[in-house]
């Protein structure tokens, strides 16, 4: 029997509870098929309880304080991450960086990591309603619209139901795509999403429309959310689009 491995989550004031729980049930479900293969620790800053955004609140099992030594730590943030953050947080995750831990955030969690300086060089996913933001803010980081991104102890993640996809990966690399996919089975989905599937549903699905102009047109409206572009310029687009 493998050594069980360690999940430390710290959860900040405001964290998504969905994005949080669909990341522990992977782990729950590995260990009622193989035994006890992983743990799971809920910590917040101070060792009290904390309440997600949807109010209910959580009881945490230790301080940060208390936790000089982890194998993986994922911060659980929301909606303002930055309200949450702290120095006394960015020096903790630095100092389990400097002892060898995976660090990891979903949701909105790499704003914490980035703030923190651990992120550089490396290549990291938000949740879609916050990714202008973060490539606007962070653009030497290199950003993608994907589910989840995993990058040498960086682990990021877009949040929400995303945190079983991210989990199941993690379960095929520690223990093979069989037992990956026999917890896929109990959450009664469809399939295991891949690291490279897009967060949101294709632009055509979402509005109910198939022309590829109009299509185009609004693709690029997403992309500058920050900074909207002009009637003229977007126009510029539609005309590319529909001389290529």
Not at 48 to 76: C, F, P
Not at 169 to 194: C, K, M, N, P, T
Request: glycine share 6%; net charge negative; hydrophobic share 45%.
């Amino acid at each position: 029997m493998p050594v069980p491995q360690d999940f430390h989550f710290l959860l900040l004031p405001g964290f998504s509870s969905i994005g949080f729980t669909s990341a522990i049930e992977p782990l729950r479900v590995a260990n009622r098929f193989s035994g006890e293969l992983y743990r799971w620790h809920i910590l917040s800053v101070n060792g009290k309880s904390v309440a997600a955004s949807n109010e209910i609140s959580l009881n945490a099992e230790a301080s940060i304080d208390e936790v000089n030594d982890a194998h993986t730590v994922i911060v659980v943030s929301g909606f303002e991450p930055f309200a949450c953050y702290t120095r006394k947080i960015a020096d903790w995750l630095r100092r389990l960086d400097r002892a060898g831990a995976t660090l990891g955030g979903t949701d909105t969690g790499g704003f914490i990591l980035v703030k923190a300086g651990l992120l550089a060089g490396k290549r990291a996913t938000v949740h879609w309603e916050a990714a202008a933001a973060f490539s606007e803010r962070y653009p030497s980081i290199e950003t993608s619209q994907e589910l989840f991104e995993i990058d040498a102890r960086r682990i990021t993640c877009a949040g929400g139901t995303a945190s079983i996809d991210m989990m199941l990966d993690l379960i095929a690399r520690d223990h093979g795509a069989e037992l990956a996919a026999q917890v896929s089975e109990q959450f009664v989905l469809g399939r295991i999403r891949q690291l490279s599937d897009h967060q949101r549903m294709q632009i055509a699905a979402r509005y109910c429309i198939h022309n590829r102009k109009l299509i185009q047109v609004i693709g690029v409206m997403e992309q500058y959310m920050e900074e909207p572009l002009s009637p003229d310029t977007l126009a510029e687009y539609r005309h590319h689009a529909s001389s290529a």
